[in-house]
């Protein structure tokens, strides 16, 4: 059972540029969730999604950032206008409809440097 | 305040011994309790859930006070391979419904030392 796939793992933007990063979830895992980590600092979350809805996107800021788990393929977290401040991990997490404790299941991240 | 405060670290302890961790919380309606473990900057990994009546996986045991809002992580007989940032977790939930929103400590490094 594969775990959860982000691509790219690696992502260089120039200021003004849009990132797009991916992900797909477990198989049978039907909850996704975003987080960011900052230089220093700890994991954020970020927004929460289930199959073609948002469930919470708290964590997101309110301009440039937008995210969608289509009915089919993988995740999306998509950046406009990539600014310095974003460079960052994104982390992508799955956790299976089923599970009472939510435990989340996190892929490699995708490490994006805006230039 | 954070919403989950952990010992600012780092810690630098020999092979074999004992060390432990804490962390607070402060959000009293919080369901859920974990330990994740990063190493350089990867991906987090589930370590432990973290119960009232506390428990142990091996060489490590967690315990939780609600009362206390407060969560440890005991690590005994330490390894090279334990070194690593351990990170404290705390679900959340509204209105009774677990959704998994996942509020992270700032982490804590643990380097282990021959």
């Known amino acids: 059972n594969a775990g959860v796939m982000q691509n790219p793992r690696h992502l260089v933007r120039r200021r003004g540029q849009e990132a797009r990063l991916r992900c797909s979830p477990m198989?049978?895992?039907?909850?996704v969730y975003w987080y960011r980590q900052l230089p220093e600092e700890g994991l954020k979350f970020m927004v929460y999604?289930?199959?073609?809805?948002?469930?919470?996107e708290s964590g997101m800021p309110k301009e440039r950032f937008s995210a969608e788990f289509p009915k089919e393929g993988p995740s999306i977290l998509r950046i406009q206008q990539v600014v310095r401040g974003d460079s960052a991990a994104y982390f992508c997490a799955s956790s299976p409809e089923t599970r009472r404790s939510y435990e989340q299941y996190f892929g490699p991240g995708t490490r994006l440097t805006v230039t | 305040r954070k919403e989950v405060e952990q010992d600012p670290g780092p810690f630098n302890v020999p092979e074999g011994a004992t060390v432990a961790f804490n962390c607070t919380y402060s959000n009293s309606a919080s369901q859920s309790f974990f330990w994740y473990r990063q190493d350089c900057r990867k991906e987090p990994k589930l370590l432990m859930s973290v119960y009232s009546s506390g428990n142990e996986d091996g060489r490590f045991t967690a315990q939780l006070n609600r009362a206390s809002q407060y969560i440890s992580l005991l690590i005994r007989d330490s390894k090279l391979s334990d070194s690593a940032t351990y990170l404290c977790v705390v679900d959340l939930r509204a209105g009774g419904t677990s959704y998994g929103k996942l509020t992270f400590g700032q982490g804590t490094i643990l380097t282990v030392h021959p």
């Open positions: 999604l289930q199959k073609e809805n948002i469930i919470d």
């Open positions: 198989k049978g895992h039907s909850h």
